[in-house]
Structures are given as C-alpha cells and as structure tokens.
C-alpha cells in the first residue's frame, strides 16, 4: 500500500497489459532474456537509474523492492540519483554499467559515446555485455509504457511479476 497521505492516487489512462496481452507475455519473457547472466544488484541498479531518468514512479516502485530483496542496501538505493557525486558506493564495474545506462537512456546526441562503449567492454565480456545493452534496453521500454499510461505505484511486492 502507498505510505503517501498527501496526495490521492491517480488513475491509470489505460491497463495496456490487459489490451495489449501477447505483447504484455512477450516483454516479460524479452526482460527474463536480457536479464539472463547479469548480476541480479547491477541489473536492478540499472533498472532503477532508467527509470530514473525517464521519471517511471511505477518501476521505480517496482525495482527499488526488488534490489532490496536481492540484497541491495538502501544507501546505496539513495544514492543512485547522485551516482556521480556517490563513485565511492560503486565498483568500477557498476560505475561502467549506470554510465552506460544513462547513455543508452537518453540518447541526447543521438549516440552512445565511444568512451562510454568502451569503458563498458573494459568491464563486460561480449556476451555479458550485449545482456547489459538488453537489459538497459528492455527497462527503457518498460519506462516508456509505465509512463505513458501513468502506471500506479505503491502496490507492488517482490516476486509478484516472476
């Protein structure tokens, strides 16, 4: 249940999944695919600073639970919107993977930068690192039908999509 007492909950425009559910089955399986070989904190650091960027209250409601039942700390959750200014909370290896994200997110130049790429292969093999690229991608696209149909958060407990 949402703890917020200031403000009612809003409507949701439209239940996609509901009208859209081959589509809805096929994001699940295409989000279990690209998550497949990372490590279960990155993937939901990553999912968490996406969703971030692309103001999705619903998946951030969403993996902020799931990072902490996979173990994350809630420092390291808070700090995440700062990660920049918070390096000393992230191995190099997750700095690569949210410099990444932010730079597969939001695309201002029209591009991933090569140094950012190439950061990221410093850190990633191929194969794990084409499962980054998914998986940064997919959030994206989740982001995108959470906000666009101004999903509710504050509902959701771990494991309950699995």
């Not at 096929?26 to 996406?50: F, H, Y």
Request: aromatic letters at 8%.
């Amino acid at each position: 249940m949402p703890t917020n007492d200031y403000a009612p909950e809003h409507t949701p425009r439209l239940r996609w999944a509901r009208h859209a559910p081959e589509v809805y089955k096929m994001m699940i399986r295409l989000d279990a695919a690209a998550g497949q070989g990372l490590d279960a904190k990155l993937r939901e650091l990553v999912k968490i600073r996406a969703s971030q960027i692309n103001h999705c209250a619903f998946c951030l409601d969403m993996h902020t639970k799931d990072a902490l039942a996979a173990g994350e700390s809630v420092e390291r959750i808070i700090q995440l919107s700062a990660w920049e200014e918070s390096r000393n909370f992230y191995t190099e290896t997750e700095l690569a993977a949210l410099e990444l994200t932010e730079a597969v997110t939001v695309l201002t130049d029209g591009f991933v930068p090569d140094e950012v790429y190439e950061n990221a292969a410093k850190h990633f093999d191929e194969a794990e690192l084409a499962q980054l690229i998914a998986a940064i991608t997919v959030i994206n696209a989740w982001n995108r039908f959470g906000v666009t149909t101004r999903a509710v958060p504050g509902h959701y407990q771990p494991g309950q999509y699995s």
